[in-house]
């Protein structure tokens, strides 16, 4: 079944505030092998804040991807500083590409971070496919 | 550790090797810090239902575990961005010995403001698993 091309440039109201705290950003390290422990959190540490933000937007049933399917093809993150302890961060989403290439259906989103007063922090470009059957 | 000054270095300039290995408990343990659940990280079923031979890692643990390189290298404040595609599933065998990534990386160019561009090099069972991973970190 093919994507629904209406959700292209779709941009989602922005999330419910998120703490950021120091045992947070201390159990996302360990579970990458870092151990460190600083205010500063990993620079992959915004995933924890997308990738549900992002999954919400895709789980429509309206957009028509393969939630059983998903798999996530690619991943950038664009700092205008780290993320630190203390932050309160938003997420809002934006669909930029909705697409099939060679039976797999793929969407590419952009989720920008931004403090509660308005700070930009990150953004982030996710590609999220779910491959056909064959 | 020193950490690396813009003057110093150069094209070329490798970044110290790491290693990590991950075991199936590692993708428990990063679903629950991530909050990526996607079951097909944890359940077999769910994993050969979507067409995967087994369980394979969350692409971003092993992302997570590249940057390290380069945020252990410069700290976690000097990187500005990084990123890179999935091109080769990390499967994860249901033993004590798991599976264990190598990442190098290489300092690929100086650009301005004191940064530098860093393509890292990630592999598995000798299987480059990321393509096109790097970073952009702003030096002293």
Redesign the interface.
Same mark, same amino acid.
């Given at each position: 079944m093919p994507l629904n091309p209406a959700f292209a440039g779709r941009v989602y109201p922005a999330t419910t505030p998120y703490r950021i705290g120091r045992e947070k950003i201390r159990? #996302?390290a360990?579970?990458?092998? $870092?151990t460190r422990d600083?205010q500063?959190? @990993? @620079?992959?540490f915004a995933?924890?804040l997308t990738?549900?933000a992002e999954v919400a937007v895709v789980s429509d049933p309206e957009l028509g991807l393969d939630m059983?399917?998903?798999?996530? &093809?690619?991943? &950038? #993150? $664009?700092?205008r500083?780290?993320i630190r302890d203390g932050d309160e961060l938003t997420v809002t989403v934006t669909i930029t590409e909705v697409d099939r290439v060679g039976g797999t259906d793929v969407v590419t989103l952009t989720s920008d971070l931004r403090t509660v007063a308005g700070e930009h922090v990150c953004t982030t470009?996710s590609?999220l496919i779910a491959?056909g $059957?064959d | 550790m020193t950490e690396p000054r813009y003057d110093e270095i150069e094209p070329g300039t490798a970044l110290p090797r790491l290693t990590?290995v991950i075991r199936r408990g590692?993708l428990v343990?990063?679903a629950? /810090?991530?909050?990526?659940f996607?079951p097909?990280h944890w359940s077999e079923r769910?994993a050969t239902? /979507?067409?995967l031979p087994t369980i394979i890692a969350?692409?971003?643990?092993t992302?997570?575990?590249a940057?390290?390189l380069?945020? *252990?290298w410069a700290?976690? *404040?000097a990187?500005? *961005?990084?990123?890179?595609?999935?091109a080769r599933p990390v499967v994860v065998p249901d033993d004590d010995a798991g599976v264990e990534l190598v990442v190098d990386g290489v300092v690929a160019e100086k650009l301005d403001d004191s940064r530098v561009r860093v393509e890292l090099t990630v592999r598995c069972d000798g299987e480059k698993v990321l393509a096109r991973p790097r /970073?952009v970190v702003a030096l002293a």
């Open positions: 159990e #996302f360990e579970a990458i092998g $870092d600083e500063a959190a @990993p @620079p992959t995933i924890a990738l549900r059983t399917r998903l798999l996530h &093809r690619e991943q &950038r #993150f $664009d700092h500083r780290a470009t590609t491959q $059957d | 990590h590692d343990r990063y629950g /810090a991530s909050g990526d996607n097909i769910a239902e /979507a067409g969350h692409g971003m643990l992302l997570g575990v940057m390290r380069v945020s *252990e700290g976690r *404040e990187v500005l *961005e990084c990123g890179g595609r999935f /970073a």
